[in-house]
T-cell receptor, first 113, second 115 residues
Framework: AQSVTQLGSHVSVSEGALVLLRCNYS??????LFWYVQYPNQGLQLLLK??????LVKGINGFEAEFKKSETSFHLTKPSAHMSDAAEYFC???????????FGKGTRLHILP | EPEVTQTPSHQVTQMGQEVILRCVPI?????FYWYRQILGQKVEFLVS????????KSEIFDDQFSVERPDGSNFTLKIRSTKLEDSAMYFC?????????????FGPGTRLTVT
């Protein structure tokens, strides 16, 4: 069965510092992998996705993530944090041919001035 | 940009009462979903709906839950007799192509509080 594990329910970084949000997944076949962001009082917004091809994927707002099959990981990074990045981030997975999305518990990112 | 809307944003109800959560999916989408997130836990799939039928449902989606697309624009989730453990954020989503799950658009959610 698919599952997603996000390490750290809260992560704090200083403005300008590297953002690293960790995600590991479990799936029997290479899945689709996603990161979603949720700003206060808003819906889940797709930040980036891995479907096939290049394992380093770039998303909106300067975020990127790398699919590492050997480590079953899909960690999210951003070189330099901005105050506007403060939000909740969800890693998610979906099996190919299946339309339901399996989410992790989420990581709340705090940006320190 | 098209968006999924949900009403109300917050619903408070007493245990045992029926609630209906409403969603307006994107107009040309064909596939509809409900997910929920209990506070502090992961977002969980509840049900998918296509062509006026449930396509798939999770073990959470028991006989207390039902979904309907009553008028071609709204998509509703009904909980017949709410329990305390139904308190959660409920997200609606819609999609045009089920082969592309990442094309699901999510609404802002309805926070349901059962007292």
């Amino acid at each position: 069965a698919q599952s997603v594990t996000q390490l750290g329910s809260h992560v704090s970084v200083s403005e300008g510092a590297l953002v690293l949000l960790r995600c590991n997944y479990s799936s029997s076949v290479p899945p689709y992998l996603f990161w979603y962001v949720q700003y206060p009082n808003q819906g889940l917004q797709l930040l980036l996705k891995y479907t096939t091809g290049a394992t380093l994927v770039k998303g909106i707002n300067g975020f990127e993530a790398e699919f590492k099959k050997s480590e079953t990981s899909f960690h999210l990074t951003k070189p330099s944090a901005h105050m506007s990045d403060a939000a909740e981030y969800f890693c998610a997975v979906s099996d190919r041919g299946d339309d339901k999305i399996i989410f992790g518990k989420g990581t709340r990112l705090h940006i320190l001035p | 940009e098209p968006e999924v809307t949900q009403t109300p944003s917050h619903q408070v109800t007493q245990m045992g009462q029926e609630v209906i959560l409403r969603c307006v999916p994107i107009s040309n989408h064909l596939y509809f979903y409900w997910y929920r997130q209990i506070l502090g836990q992961k977002v969980e799939f509840l049900v998918s709906f296509y062509n006026n039928e449930i396509s798939e449902k999770s073990e959470i989606f028991d006989d207390q839950f039902s979904v309907e697309r009553p008028d071609g624009s709204n998509f509703t989730l009904k909980i017949r007799s709410t329990k305390l453990e139904d308190s959660a954020m409920y997200f609606c989503a819609s999609n045009f192509n089920r082969e592309l799950p990442y094309e699901q658009y999510f609404g802002p959610g309805t926070r349901l509080t059962v007292t």
